[in-house]
């Protein structure tokens, strides 16, 4: 079961978090996505505590593409440190990850 993973990322920008998405899955490492489109994400930067709006995308996967997935949100991201972040699925139906395993190349 640890071969599959939610990978979490924010971006500033909804335009962006599409573009990074959709290139995602037509390069057939991820099998699905979601965008929520607004959070207000509070966080220290610099030494300073800032406030500000982003989208949290959270992706379906298999373990073995995270590194094509996280060097590809890099150096497509504006920030100049992304969160990307992977989170083990420890469980899930067997159908949909079967589902996950034919949609991911």
């Not at 610099?46 to 959270?58: F, L, M, S």
């Not at 990307?84 to 139906?93: F, H, R, S």
Request: proline share 3%; charged share 25%; aromatic share 10%.
């Amino acid at each position: 079961m640890d071969e599959y993973i939610l990978v979490h990322f924010t971006a500033d920008d909804l335009k962006l978090a599409e573009g990074i998405l959709s290139d995602l899955l037509e390069s057939g490492v991820v099998a699905c996505g979601m965008i929520q489109p607004e959070v207000i994400s509070h966080f220290r930067w610099k030494g300073n505590i800032e406030k500000t709006k982003e989208c949290v995308i959270i992706m379906k996967t298999k373990k073995e593409f995270y590194q094509i997935i996280e060097s590809y949100i890099v150096e497509s991201h504006t920030y100049s440190i992304p969160e990307v972040i992977a989170i083990p699925i420890v469980k899930g139906y067997k159908k949909y990850l079967e589902w996950i395993d034919q949609e991911t190349s």
